[in-house]
């Protein structure tokens, strides 16, 4: 490698080394198209030759991008880190990053109210720090898609927003048809007293999983048996008891999470309610949750690697300024032993 002296080369350096001006190395850092094949190739050598590193905090002055994105989760500490979902999505959208230049940063912001914490991270992403946002886990009462959508930040929404909220470009799975899936098997099963743990209401996901589950067994002339939910296993054992003893001869569950559906089989358990001879369960997510139960859960899947890799690119075009369309991925149904 070629050494310089005076310390490190500098823009300068590279343009006296390749012969062209400075103002054309900058152009061939920031992949501007304004330059020919062989220019370009003369400067990309001068930079291995020398070692030269670009300066990025002045090239964020010139492009105004950090090669940053959030990724915010509304949630508290503990929610997050016992959720596979969350977990598995923030490492598979870290994954769909790896080919990119772009980091990942993580934004846990408490579902409690105004708060000097969540002050101080809407203005980190409001004030430029990061290129754009992908938005997880949003309940109908948080403010931040407004917040975000009117200081014109580049977002893209994991899951469909709330009626309530801006109308923001989302990834979702279709919530409804999973539900369906999951009651039309049980109903197949010959299963007819048939509760929902249901998810949160002021979600949409948790709203269609209930919805698909109710229409399913009003076309079959069935009276809905709903509880809510908010996707934690603690709830699940919890509005399984109480299912019992409102109804003994209850026949299955459906947990509109993996989480909480592993709450039932273990209140079902404790109950002396065999599984599946007695009461069947079936889960929606399908990760490792699901395969580690006892018995193994069946489950509604979501293709969250896909959904992952959407959400990526969607937010990657909305940051270069383009329009992008929302998508609702489908959902399979994966059998097991619960059901």
């Known amino acids: 490698m070629a050494t310089t002296t005076g310390g490190a080369p500098t823009l300068e350096t590279v343009a006296a080394y390749a012969g062209v001006s400075r103002a054309t190395v900058s152009r ?5 198209p304004k330059v020919s094949p062989e220019v370009r190739e003369a400067v990309e050598a001068a930079i291995d030759e020398l070692g030269y590193v670009p300066n990025r905090a002045a090239r964020t002055l010139v492009t105004r991008r950090t090669d940053s994105l959030a990724m915010i989760i509304p949630e508290p500490d503990a929610f997050f880190f016992a959720d596979p979902y969350l977990t598995t999505l923030v490492t598979e959208v870290n994954r769909a990053l790896d080919a990119t230049e772009l980091q990942l940063v993580l934004v846990m912001q408490g579902q409690s109210g105004a708060t000097p914490a969540r002050g101080r991270m809407e203005r980190y992403v409001t004030s430029g720090h990061v290129d754009g946002v992908i938005l997880v886990s949003v309940h109908e009462a948080n403010p931040l898609p407004g917040i975000l959508s009117g200081a014109g930040v580049p977002v893209v929404h994991g899951g469909r927003p709330a009626a309530a909220h801006a109308p923001l470009p989302y990834v979702d799975v279709d919530n409804v048809y999973g539900a369906r899936q999951a009651t039309e098997h049980l109903l197949r099963l010959g299963r007819r007293r048939i509760a929902t743990i249901a998810g949160p209401q002021d979600m949409t996901a948790g709203q269609d999983r209930l919805a698909g589950y109710r229409q399913t067994l009003h076309e079959a002339g069935l009276e809905p048996r709903a509880v ?4 934690t296993e603690r709830r699940g054992f919890e509005a399984t008891r109480a299912l019992l003893e409102a109804d003994p001869r209850l026949d ?10 592993r709450g039932a089989l273990r209140a079902l358990r404790e109950a002396g309610r065999r599984v599946p001879e007695d009461v ?25 690697e896909q959904v992952a890799r959407d959400l990526v690119r969607l937010l990657l075009a909305r940051v270069e300024g383009a329009q992008v369309q929302s998508l609702t ?3 399979t149904l994966t059998l097991r032993a619960s059901a």
Request: glycine share 8%.
């Open 28 to 32: 061939v850092i920031n992949n501007s």
């Open 228 to 231: 809510p939910g908010d996707f």
């Open 252 to 261: 299955a569950v459906f947990g509109a999470s993996d989480l909480m559906a």
């Open 280 to 304: 069947a369960v079936v889960g929606f997510d399908d990760l490792g949750v699901a395969q580690s139960c006892d018995p193994p859960l069946s489950s509604v899947r979501q293709p969250i």
């Open 329 to 331: 991925l489908p959902t």
